[in-house]
């Protein structure tokens, strides 16, 4: 990279010849050429240098689109990174580019829900076989290996849960075997961990989070090694997955701020966390306390935490958490996260599908809670009054 993650933030994207400081919003579907000779310049030259820049037709994307993928890829230190409209439609061409029917796939069982339904559901009716593993005992990964296995799907920490897993671990199953492996970094983002660095095939961010962190456009980014390349763009070629020029502009306007605003979610994020590891009833899912197998693993992989974390609560009164989320002042309520914004969600797993592994007892209750960047006293003081509704 040369310069630091914080510096190259500010920098990227810098284009000369167009002289504004961010690269302009082009909008595209016919792309003129001087001639028949200047299209097949470019797709020579294409076929020669696979991973740069090339636009024959509006499906491939304009320079706004391309401008973010490079800074994406310097960011994730990767081979290539590919956009699409949405962090599932990442998870789609992930899956679509190595997996086919006859195949079985490993997905770790605290999945995001989507992702679940994909896999175990959708993809059933096209002979595709789904196993979960249970991310804090890796011999339910190693035992249901088989030859037929040809892709490791990990997400971490697991959704709503939080589980952290041993992604080294993890890699070198895989690669004994043979075997494609793909991460879901949205929790972590490239800022904290780097998935292709670390050894995974492939690695995605939903870019509709903390890249783009203003909650007002939707994307994806896949980050591929140069092995997956070719298996990837020729899926990403037939499944019409473009991201529009406008939502890359806003998520490379986003992005010069994400180490400034990840710095200042975990700050916030820890000193709610302190509070509230002081009531019995709650468990805080999040990594900070020490000698525990998720801070460790946690903390052998990540740079830092960001601003999502989990509340397990007890209790026998269900109405009661919803009248505790619904008192909240300061936190919105509604799905995703990753905005400069709180939001709080009763997350009630029996709805996300069918979990093996990461179940809860009767009377616990999972509440998301993301952290944002308002003066954390203030949100203290709101959860402190609403906490009392928990019976
Ligand atoms: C939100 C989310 C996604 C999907 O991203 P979209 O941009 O909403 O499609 C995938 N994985 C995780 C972990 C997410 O939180």
């Known amino acids: 990279m040369g310069y630091s993650f914080k510096t190259f ?64 890829n310097k960011l994730e230190e990767s081979y290539h990174v590919f956009l699409t409209p949405t962090g599932f439609g990442s998870i789609f061409l992930a899956m679509l580019s190595v997996v086919r ?30 196993i979960f593993y249970n991310p804090k005992d890796l ?119 994400l180490d400034t605003r990840l710095d200042r979610h975990e700050e916030n994020t820890k000193k709610i966390v302190s509070f509230l590891s002081k009531y019995k009833k709650i468990t805080v899912l999040y990594p900070f306390k020490k000698g525990t197998d998720d801070y460790k693993m946690w903390k052998k992989y990540y740079k830092g935490s960001s601003g999502l974390m989990g509340l397990k609560i007890k209790s026998k009164n269900k109405s009661s958490i919803s009248k505790f989320v619904n008192s909240l002042k300061l936190f919105g309520y509604g799905y995703s996260w990753g905005g400069f914004e709180s939001l709080a969600l009763h997350q009630e797993l029996k709805a996300q599908g069918k979990r093996k592994y990461t179940i809860l007892n009767k009377n616990d209750h999972i509440v998301r809670l993301h952290i944002g960047l308002e003066d954390p006293k203030d949100l203290i003081n709101d959860l402190k009054k609403s906490l009392k509704f928990i019976k």
């Open 9 to 72: 933030l500010k920098q990227a994207g810098k284009d000369f010849y167009n002289q504004s400081v961010n690269p302009p919003v082009v909008r595209a579907s016919t792309i003129l050429f001087k001639s028949f000779y200047d299209i097949k310049k470019m797709q020579k030259k294409h076929s020669k240098y696979p991973t740069e820049g090339y636009f024959d037709y509006g499906r491939q994307g304009t320079s706004t689109t391309h401008a973010l993928s490079k800074i994406l």
């Open 101 to 130: 029917p006859g195949d079985e796939i490993l997905v770790s069982d605290p999945v995001y829900s989507p992702t679940r339904i994909l896999t175990q559901d959708f993809f059933k009716d096209f002979n595709i076989k789904t």
């Open 139 to 257: 011999s339910t990964l190693k035992n249901n290996i088989t030859k037929k296995t040809k892709l490791i799907f990990v997400e971490n920490p697991g959704s709503n849960t939080f589980e952290f897993q041993d992604l080294s671990k993890i890699i070198s199953i895989a690669k004994k075997k043979k075997i494609f492996t793909a991460m879901d970094n949205t929790w972590g983002t490239p800022y904290f961990l780097k998935p292709i660095k670390l050894g995974f095939d492939m690695a995605i961010v939903s870019a509709t989070k903390y890249y783009s962190g203003h909650s007002d456009v939707m994307g994806g980014s896949l980050a591929v090694n140069k092995k997956v390349f070719k298996y990837v763009q020729k899926a990403e070629k037939i499944s019409g997955l473009r991201m529009g020029p406008d939502d890359a502009y806003l998520i490379i306007r986003g992005i010069r701020t």
